[in-house]
């Protein structure tokens, strides 16, 4: 058996400094039988981390490694175990447990079980935090460890885990594919995963940003349209009708934000899906029945993606070629990530590279 | 063209918002007659919320002087040269939807309910400018697409509410997969609600009614639901987490402080919530973050009417199953407190008019 890994990682211990997170061993899960064991190499940035760090979505626990988008190589595997080996080239995503009994768990739903348990910032029957992967090791549940294709590199396997997952999934869900027309509002780490994986599906992608200077990249990322919301302010009225699925990446909202237009551009039972989650106080802006009624739209919510959408996402990914657009820095750095995020500098996701061990 | 009478046009008007209840005679222009139309002689019309929200001036100021009534039954007197699939003498409705383009995507893919071109049966206007009346009155025309042959087994007074009621729940039931196997709620057990429990039911799905208060309780039951729930009981929805794969909602107001968040954790995943109530214009849906709809990955969703195949799908299966709403049929001259009684929650369950200023061959 190779060395005991020693579990460490960059953690947050005080909230009104939230980007200066300092090394802090941590107490991993309680390994058993169908547990896997993952030195992590490399741990994308998710907006999730930064809403946490904030505590934007609540005051959360301390200290804490955050970081939910893993990749590392196997060194352990509990003896009931089937799927994986020591050696093997793996990933966690933003979800380590579920109860594994109910309908929904045995449905392919396991990212919709009310017991639920995120990667980080949760807690196990036991008692045990979970710590996320800015980090030197994780271990998780057989169920929430990925298998990474060979054709996948680490760097850009990792943030597919999160933001490619939670894209991922209503795209497939509500039926992206040929023949089929998507929006993506908001072109950051989960838009600009939105664009690339519903062109791999076969759809037609209208784009929507505010900033200009990020056209030329969309476009580059193979979206078919591009639309400057700040340029043109009645952009919608062209497209009304026209698209079937909209993906909203906004994870903020004023009251003045135009929800009606938005929904305007969808044809019958089309589907506007929110996957951004604002801070707990900004809410959706205020919708009337009349919204929907013109076209018999639906607004929904998605929460992440299940082993098997990600492991088809992996699939199409490897199969497509579908490469993001990440930046890389070493794992001390994540700090700078964070600000970085928060002031909206990064194009369009940072990969941070473990440096711990 | 038989050589009957020629039918005259007048019906019950609102011609003053101050007294929105008082609803007098008043003779009309209708459509102008074309090759695609057929005239209706009216037997029967139902009282539909619309209609207090219109002329409460709720849903914005109406177009004077306006007469209400979308759920519309009666009898052809007159078809244009094209029409191919009725003929004088049958037996037919119209719902709350008069026109719509005709050769959009969403017309031609069976979603003229959705045309951006739609024509509303009263407070709206044709393209040549005449305005369309509804039917408290004693006539009505409209496109063959627009009007419904009533089957045989369906009395006119029950199938009436069907034309909007009935298919504004039925359209979304249908469209969001009700059938055998799947579990529905339906919040707000008035005319709309009390057909969604009854076709919810005829199409085979188990049905939770939410009422406010037990004073409906044992009518719910009687029309089918499998179970009844209080919402004035605390925690209503607490042992209903992660239940229902459509909730149909008829609310139709939403006091100040309610979230629909405990509402919304009653549905499976990608459960969809359906509003069919619209409130007044100033009344929105309470506030919703995406919290709200994340952990169970839900949809909120609206819905308008129901097509042409919407609704003879509907009649047929009220027609097979002998499905009958429970009306309170009056006179037509008291449409007035027919709306009283709309608006003061009285009604069980639905108001049904019965013409009465012209006599129908």
């Not at chain 1, 003896?79 to 933003?94: C, H, I």
């Not at chain 2, 009436?160 to 196997?181: E, I, N, R």
Request: aromatic share 8%; net charge negative; charged share 20%.
């Amino acid at each position: 058996m190779s060395k005991s890994i020693q579990f460490k990682g960059y953690a947050l211990v005080d909230p009104s400094n939230w980007s200066d997170l300092q090394v802090r061993e941590f107490k991993p899960k309680n390994f058993e039988p169908e547990d896997v064991e993952i030195a992590i190499t490399h741990c994308g940035v998710c907006g999730s981390d930064l809403h946490t760090v904030t505590q934007g979505w609540g005051e959360s626990k301390l200290p804490l490694v955050v970081g939910h988008e893993i990749v590392g190589t196997v060194t352990r595997v509990g003896d009931k175990v089937s799927e994986f080996k020591p050696g093997d080239r793996v990933g966690v995503g933003a979800q380590i447990g579920s109860c594994l009994s109910c309908k929904r768990c045995k449905m392919d739903y396991e990212n919709y079980c009310q017991e639920s348990i995120e990667t980080y910032n949760g807690e196990y029957p036991d008692g045990v935090v979970t710590q996320g992967g800015y980090s030197t090791a994780i271990r998780a549940h057989e169920r929430f460890v990925f298998p990474i294709p060979d054709k996948i590199e680490s760097r850009d396997a990792a943030s597919m885990l999160c933001a490619g997952l939670t894209v991922f999934s209503p795209l497939k869900t509500y039926g992206a594919g040929p023949g089929k027309t998507v929006g993506i509002m908001g072109i950051g780490g989960l838009g600009h995963y939105a664009v690339l994986f519903a062109k791999a599906l076969g759809a037609e992608v209208y784009a929507f940003t505010h900033d200009a200077t990020k056209v030329n990249d969309i476009k580059k990322m193979g979206a078919d349209h591009v639309i400057n919301t700040s340029e043109n302010k009645d952009f919608h009225k062209d497209l009304s009708g026209q698209l079937d699925i909209i993906i909203s990446t906004r994870d903020t909202y004023s009251p003045q934000t135009p929800l009606g237009d938005y929904l305007s551009m969808l044809f019958v039972h089309g589907k506007f899906i929110s996957v951004g989650i604002p801070n707990a106080d900004n809410p959706l802006p205020q919708i009337h029945p009349f919204d929907l009624m013109p076209n018999g739209a639906l607004i929904g919510g998605s929460h992440i993606g299940s082993k098997k959408e990600c492991l088809e996402m992996l699939r199409v990914a490897a199969e497509k070629g579908v490469k993001p657009w990440i930046e890389e820095l070493p794992m001390k750095e994540a700090g700078t990530a964070l600000r970085n995020l928060h002031d909206n500098k990064v194009r369009y996701r940072y990969v941070l590279s473990q440096d711990l061990a | 063209m038989s050589g009957q009478k020629e039918l005259e046009f007048k019906g019950y008007a609102m011609t003053d918002p101050s007294a929105w209840s008082n609803l007098t005679v008043v003779p009309f222009q209708p459509k102008n007659f074309g090759p695609e139309d057929v005239e209706v002689a009216i037997t029967h019309c139902g009282v539909c919320g619309s209609d207090l929200h219109t002329l409460t001036g709720g849903w914005g100021q109406a177009n004077l002087p306006v007469i209400v009534g979308h759920e519309i039954v009666g009898k052809v007197t007159r078809v244009g040269e094209k029409v191919k699939d009725i003929k004088v003498g049958d037996r037919v409705g119209v719902g709350a939807q008069v026109g719509s383009c005709l050769k959009c995507r969403a017309c031609n893919d069976n979603y003229e309910n959705y045309c951006p071109g739609m024509i509303h049966t009263y407070n709206h206007q044709y393209p040549d400018g005449v305005k369309t009346q509804g039917g408290y009155s004693t006539g009505i025309r409209a496109h063959e697409r627009f009007v419904f042959p009533i089957p045989d087994k369906l009395e006119s007074r029950y199938a009436a509410s069907m034309l909007c009621a009935g298919v504004t729940v039925f359209s979304p039931l249908k469209a969001y997969g009700c059938g055998p196997g799947k579990k529905v709620g339906v919040i707000g057990i008035g005319g709309l609600g009390h057909y969604a429990v009854l076709f919810a039911k005829a199409m085979g799905a188990e049905v939770w009614a939410f009422t406010r208060g037990t004073s409906k309780a044992e009518d719910v039951k009687k029309m089918g639901a499998d179970h009844v729930v209080d919402t004035n009981v605390d925690g209503y929805w607490k042992d209903l987490q992660m239940t229902f794969d459509i909730i149909i909602s008829t609310v139709d107001h939403f006091p100040a402080g309610v979230s629909l968040r405990n509402i919304l954790s009653m549905l499976y995943v990608h459960g969809k919530y359906i509003t069919v109530g619209l409130p007044d214009v100033d009344e929105p849906l309470p506030s919703i973050h995406p919290f709200d709809i994340t952990a169970n990955g839900c949809l909120i969703g609206g819905s308008h009417v129901g097509s042409k195949e919407d609704m003879m799908e509907m009649l047929q299966l009220a027609a097979d199953k002998g499905i009958k709403p429970w009306i309170q049929e009056l006179p037509m001259k008291e449409a007035g407190k027919a709306l009283e009684g709309v608006k003061a929650g009285k009604v069980r369950y639905r108001y049904v008019l019965q013409q009465d200023i012209a006599p129908v061959a």
